[in-house]
């Protein structure tokens, strides 16, 4: 089943009803370059680190050498794993635990990465949230390599409420939506 953010579609044209819908591109810079070094950040929770979240994850068996039953934490505030392994690359089926720091408070947003996608000009993943989430729904980072040399950052997400006491903050959820997309737009500028 395709995400519901349609990554791999140069034009997001069917939108599913009953969702709030997202796009927006962000210039990150030039050059093969700068997309190969988006790449590996891109694929290593950079954006999602860099703009103030924390990142629970398991490594797998490819990326340690041997099955771990340790899940790192990887922080902004020390930029390294807990369990000192570095940061796991994102694949599909992964289900990290993204944790929102307010203040001394850590608020877990349970997910599971449905999708991984490397192609020569279009590079990123979408992952889907679990029960738990504040909201409901799927977001997608994908780079692109414009044909003119130009390489985007496009934020695509469908959204709606969580459930249970979810419901009651959705208003702050959505102002919380907005802040973080904005922190994403600079988190790979180099």
């Known amino acids: 089943m395709e995400p519901l953010t349609q990554p791999l579609s140069p034009r997001w044209v069917d939108r599913p009803a009953d969702y709030r819908h997202f796009e927006s591109a962000y ?4 050059g093969s370059e700068t997309f190969d070094r988006c790449t590996e950040e891109l694929l290593h929770w950079e954006v999602k680190i860099r703009s103030g979240f924390d990142i629970g994850v398991q490594a797998s068996e490819d990326e340690t050498g041997s099955l771990s039953a340790d899940t790192g934490s990887l922080s ?3 930029g390294s ?4 392994t570095g940061a796991p690359r994102v694949r599909a089926g992964q289900e990290p635990t993204i ?3 307010l203040g001394p408070f850590r608020l877990p947003e349970p997910a599971r990465v449905i999708e991984v ?3 020569e000009t279009r590079r990123g993943f979408t992952y889907g949230t679990k029960p738990g989430h504040p909201i409901t729904g799927e977001e997608s980072f994908i780079l692109i390599h414009a044909d003119d040399d130009r390489v985007f950052l496009v934020l695509r997400s469908v ?4 459930m249970g006491i979810w419901r ?4 702050f959820v959505r102002l ?3 802040i973080y997309r904005r922190r994403y737009s600079r988190a790979l500028r180099g």
Do not use: N
Request: charged share 20%; net charge negative.
């Open 117 to 119: 996608f490397e192609s």
């Open 176 to 178: 919380a939506q907005i």
């Open 76 to 78: 902004a505030d020390t």
């Open 168 to 171: 009651f903050g959705e208003p």
């Open 159 to 162: 959204s709606r409420a969580g």
């Open 99 to 101: 944790f929102v720091r």
């Open 27 to 30: 210039f990150v810079g030039h």
């Open 81 to 84: 794993l807990s369990a000192g």
